[in-house]
């Protein structure tokens, strides 16, 4: 803790879930177990991805990026919540939290962006069937990975450098069980209209933005799914995109949830269970949703089994 000396903070505690006594070792054995599954679903999807060939659509072209995208967003979290849920201090330093936050809104805006590209895929291949090839080639789906992760690291040098070139004295106390921005920026001693405008207008660029062209690319694919005759096309069609929708919902609604509700009117701790299914929970339901319900992926690896087994 800082005095009231004007002593500038070195170090920051993350209270977490400090308050729940025995049963951290219960939710420590729970977020190791999910953890351990994210890295292997999503491991298992990118290797699958790269070693079949009828996978090589842009389609999983995109989803082994998405896969890796959420290994490392889980990563920037998850490890040291595990340290910490064995410590009885838990601590970390000043340039620690700014690199957690950094890589954190970095992976977490990459996949906001990626999964508009992957939207706009679903409707070049629905929408654009003719003209698919020349619309998503190689050129074109190298541009958008690429252009999803420049738009994370813009975000997150720009919010991190907003929020941790300003002034840290007095409390050092973070209610929360990583670096996320507006938690650390109530710990201020400066004016904080900046560092809050900095995050609202990431929020809108690089959040809003991504899905109001994702919902912009799916009302098309709608509009052409009724277009279609039969309703076997119909469901083919829709199948197609179905995976992508749900993670989607899946994605940007426990995003919503945590993000966009009224600040203060809910009780510290179920802020940190909604950040804790956002965080540690959503990244392991993507490749199960990408593998049960998508028949390429599941012939993919019944070929893999086969041929090692």
Known sequence: MDDDNGTSVTEFILLGFSHLGAYKFLLFWGVLFVYLVTLLGNSLIITLTLLDSALSTPMYFFLRHLSMIEILYTTTIV???????????????????????YFFILFGIAECCLLA???????????????????????????????SYLMGITSGTTDAMLIFTLPFHGSNIVHHFYCDNLPILRLTSADTFWGEAGSLAITLLFIITPFALILFSYVRIIITILGVASAQGRQKVFSTCSSHLMVVILFFGTGTIVYMKPRGNSPQDLDQIFSLFYTVVTPMFNPFIYTLRNKEVMGALRRKLTKHL
């Not at 490890?79 to 936050?101: N, W, Y």
């Not at 992957?118 to 252009?147: E, K, W």
């Open 79 to 101: 490890p040291r919540m595990l340290s910490d849920l064995l410590s009885s201090h838990p601590v970390i330093s000043h340039a620690s939290c700014f690199t957690q936050m």
């Open 117 to 147: 590209a992957m939207a706009y895929d679903r409707f070049a291949a629905i929408c654009r069937p003719l003209h698919y090839a020349t619309l998503m080639n190689r050129q074109v789906c190298v541009g958008m990975v690429g252009a």
